[in-house]
């Protein structure tokens, strides 16, 4: 029988996922999390394949863990990031990742400010294409650790309640994890300051509450989002104060609730903002097991979407 396996190349949104495509990544990132508990994390897996991060936007914890999970599963790695690029001399983004894949490139992780920059190389290069967040679109492998570390914690996915609390309007991660979460079977909402819920939120399934208190009593899960200054043209609420008046999470706020919950957190945390340090570093926290089972579930999204390279559809 042969091993199970995706029949995609790309990874550019959750969208495009099955249900069995997601259980698949959980699973496998199950086997290669308790590779990562041995005194030897490598294995031979990728050791023919060659993998350029590109990241034409900032980060810490997505362009880290695919490296090391690149470098888990034995790829040869090359980074590259669009400040003290030649992007600055004017070069598209189409000729920067023609040449990075005439160098014999045969995976590509991008992280980009503009939406659908993932889907458009997916369209143009032979290369397979991982979305690492596309601006205010998707950021699918944030979802499936999300999903991953949620499953962990609560034993299910299906069933349990999901509060998603912040800034859902600019989020890629919010996206991504209603999508991924919907799949799955979850139950969700959101809270947070109308300006910042989008309208079409309804649309996905998703009930919006307004008053935190009341929306942390119904959840089982709730992961805080980060007010997204940097894409914000507007201002939509008075202040960074008020907003952590209402709906900033602090351990008191947690502790009134009186039942066990399991907090989240995508990174970066604002602290003190959407998140207090009180809260952060609770019992409720399981913020740093999403960053350590993020490496896993990118070992398994590389390893699955590298398999399906011969036999894929588009
Ligand atoms: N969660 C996340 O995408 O973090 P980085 O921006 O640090 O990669």
């Known amino acids: 029988m042969s091993e199970p396996q995706l029949n995609f190349r790309h990874l550019t949104g959750i969208k495009d996922l099955r249900v069995d495509d997601v259980r698949l990544i959980l699973d496998v990132a199950r086997q290669f999390k308790e590779v990562l508990q041995r005194p030897i994390k490598k294995v031979p897996s990728l050791r023919d394949i060659t993998i ?20 888990r599963l034995s790829a040869d790695v090359i980074n590259f990031s669009a400040s003290g690029s030649s992007v600055s001399k ?15 490139v045969d995976m590509i992780v991008v992280r980009h400010p503009q939406v659908g920059a993932a889907q ?30 949620i499953e962990e914690a609560m034993g299910k996915i299906k069933g349990v309640k999901v509060l998603l609390v ?12 209603l999508l991924c979460l919907r799949k799955m079977g979850a139950l969700l909402r959101v809270c947070g300051p109308p300006t910042i819920i989008p309208k079409y ?3 996905l399934g998703v009930e919006t509450m307004y008053d935190l208190d009341e929306a942390l009593r119904w959840a089982d899960v709730v992961n805080v989002l980060r007010i997204q200054s ?7 609420f008075p202040s960074i104060r008020e907003y952590s008046q209402f709906f900033g999470i602090d351990r008191r706020r947690l502790d009134a609730i009186g039942k066990e919950l399991v907090l989240m957190h995508p990174g970066p945390i604002n602290r003190g903002v959407e998140l207090h340090s009180d809260a952060a570093d609770s019992k ?11 490496v896993a579930v990118r070992m398994a999204v590389l390893y699955l979407l590298a398999n399906s390279r011969t036999n894929a559809v588009n």
Do not use: C, W
Not at 284 to 294: R, T
């Open 52 to 71: 350029a991060n590109l990241f034409f936007e900032n980060s810490t914890r997505t362009r880290m863990s695919f490296e090391l999970a690149e470098k």
């Open 90 to 104: 004017g070069e598209t983004l189409l000729d920067t990742v023609q040449n990075i894949l005439a160098m014999k």
């Open 120 to 149: 458009f190389l997916a369209s143009k290069v032979p290369a397979s294409v991982i979305n690492a967040g596309d601006g205010t679109h998707e950021h699918p492998t944030q979802a499936l650790l999300d999903a991953y570390s």
């Open 166 to 177: 912040g800034d859902i309007l600019h989020s890629r991660v919010a996206l991504s994890n």
């Open 201 to 203: 939120i309804s649309s």
């Open 230 to 236: 940097e894409r914000m043209e507007l201002q939509y």
């Open 284 to 294: 409720y926290s399981i913020i740093l097991d999403q960053v350590e089972n993020g």
